[in-house]
């Protein structure tokens, strides 16, 4: 059962398990191919010495002011998808002004957890040393990446030597407890312990204490054709995250997007009109 509910093309409303994750590397590549076909963009900038430890930033058509900056973390359980793949939602943003940067990482089995998580945290670090003047950091990730981006916010960032100001963080069909998916085939490459699941699960990580930051926005977002386990890991994530980061002054939502399932409920970030692109 938990092989099924991990499974997110079984619960697609739309076609079969294949054909959507088939549909879906279409759609985003495609999508990637034509923003950086017309828009100014930094390709594969470095925030460290791994092969994975690149960036792609999408610029708006005058970036000498402060301008906002959304960070892109891409899903694909740890094992899958690349940056390369990850500009297909600039274009809406970068038209109005905002910089977008596509985060690359070592995804598995080349990349540990522990690995992943550390190296997400850097390239928050990183951009927003390069880009001082941006007037606010915000955070979107899908999938994996919505777990990656949930880590980035229990982050002690005095270990980095930068306090980021993270403004908002959209969180879309995303893990945030690991320990189920230590029991699946997707953890065959991963190899993720007990333990590292624990300290890398965003459920178990946030504290009061954590968010000592300026206010920040999160949504969690799920889709309507996501799996009972996924609509579970939300719910429960917000459970968590409501009374941890009101105390701190951050607002937290919950948001169910009516007729989509796990894959197009980010490929429309691509359209202008989209709930949340909005």
Not at 114 to 125: G, K, L, P
Not at 191 to 198: Q, T
Not at 262 to 276: A, T
């Amino acid at each position: 059962e938990l092989e099924k509910q991990y499974a997110p093309g079984r619960w697609s409303h739309r076609m079969d398990k294949e054909a959507v994750i088939e549909a879906h590397v279409r759609e985003v590549t495609e999508g990637t191919r034509r923003a950086q076909a017309t828009m100014q963009t930094l390709l594969h900038v470095p925030y460290g010495g791994s092969d994975g430890e690149k960036l792609d930033i999408y610029l708006p058509t005058d970036p000498s002011g402060a301008f906002p900056l959304v960070l892109y973390i891409h899903g694909g359980y740890w094992q899958f998808l690349s940056k390369e793949v990850s500009g297909f939602i600039a274009p809406p943003l970068v038209t109005q002004g905002i910089a977008m940067v596509a985060v690359g990482y070592d995804v598995a089995p080349k990349g540990h957890m522990d690995v992943m998580v550390a190296q997400v945290r850097r390239s928050v670090a990183f951009i927003v040393q390069q880009y001082s003047k941006t007037s606010g950091v915000y955070l979107c990730g899908h999938s994996a990446g919505a777990h990656l981006a949930a880590m980035v916010l229990s982050t002690d960032w005095e270990e980095y030597g930068v306090t980021p100001d993270i403004k908002g963080a959209f969180l879309v069909s995303g893990v945030y407890d690991l320990e189920p998916i230590t029991h699946t085939s997707v953890n065959n490459l991963l190899h993720v312990s007990r333990e590292v699941a624990r300290r890398n699960s965003p459920v178990l990580c946030m504290t009061a204490a954590t968010p000592a930051r300026k206010a920040c926005e999160v949504l969690i977002a799920v889709a309507q054709h996501d799996s009972p386990e996924f609509h579970r890991q939300s719910q429960e994530y917000f459970q968590v995250l409501l009374p941890a980061l009101r105390s701190a002054g951050w607002s937290v939502s919950l948001l169910d997007i009516a007729d989509t399932d796990h894959f197009d409920v980010i490929e429309k970030l691509s359209q202008r009109g989209y709930i949340l692109t909005q």
